[in-house]
């Protein structure tokens, strides 16, 4: 079974640019999860989402950052203008409900200059 | 709000030593927890969880068992190897509080030498 697909993995642009980020889930599981991971330290919370709805936003920075899941399988995550504070990997995980385990991507590492 | 606090590393051993990272956490309701590993440009794997006291998570000889006494959920190996080289995140889930995402420790570092 294929795991969490995200793309690209390695991203690097320049201040002010915009840029997104592509997951495409397990197949099967209905709620799907965007994380932050600064250097050094354990991921944290963007966005849930259940099926094609955002229920857990309240640590997405909406003003640059926004997310979309459509048909509630492949979700997108885009940051306009990127930010130097920017740079973080960028994860994204999925599990067959919320009360299920999660599964993780191997991330999208952005560098923003 | 809920919170886990993990030993700093790096942690440094050589092959087969015993191997102990420390986990505490704080949570409102009845958390389940987990362990996961992130290996070198890799993303994070589960290594094992547990859902309620008492319960032994384990994989792969690694080894946590969830104390609720002392709010504890410690990982252990008993021979380390090379292979073993990871960063270890300690997190754990709050069904009870609505919020469904996990709640990470800051990693712990492990370095195994031959």
């Keep these: 079974e294929a795991g969490v697909v995200q793309s690209p993995r390695y991203k690097i642009i320049e201040k002010k640019q915009p840029v997104a980020f592509w997951c495409n889930p397990i197949s099967g599981h209905n709620t799907l999860y965007w994380y ?6 354990g991921p944290e919370l963007l966005i849930r989402y259940e099926n094609e709805e955002a229920v857990d936003d309240s640590q997405l920075p909406k003003d640059r950052f926004s997310a979309e899941r459509l048909k509630g399988v492949d979700s997108t995550l885009k940051i306009q203008p990127a930010e130097l504070g920017d740079s973080a990997v960028y994860l994204c995980a999925s599990s067959l409900n919320q ?3 999660q599964y993780f991507g191997p991330g999208t590492r952005l560098t923003v200059l | 709000g809920n919170s886990v606090t993990q030993m700093e590393g790096p942690v440094t051993l050589s092959e087969e030593a015993f191997l102990t990272i420390n986990c505490t956490y704080t949570a409102t309701g009845y958390p389940s927890l987990f362990w996961y590993v992130q290996y070198p440009g890799e993303g994070l ?3 094992l969880k547990a859902t309620k ?3 032994k998570g384990s994989n792969k000889g690694f080894e946590a068992t969830y104390r609720k006494e002392t709010t504890s959920f410690h990982l252990e190996k008993g021979s380390v190897q090379v292979s073993d ?4 995140f300690c997190a754990l889930s709050d069904l009870d509080t609505g919020r469904r995402a996990l709640t990470f420790g800051s990693g712990t570092r492990l370095q195994v030498q031959p």
């Design chain 1, 36 to 41: 932050l991971q600064n250097l050094g330290q």
């Design chain 1, 99 to 101: 009360r299920d385990t």
């Design chain 2, 45 to 47: 794997q589960l290594l």
């Design chain 2, 53 to 55: 006291a008492d319960d």
């Design chain 2, 85 to 88: 080289s990871a960063v270890y």
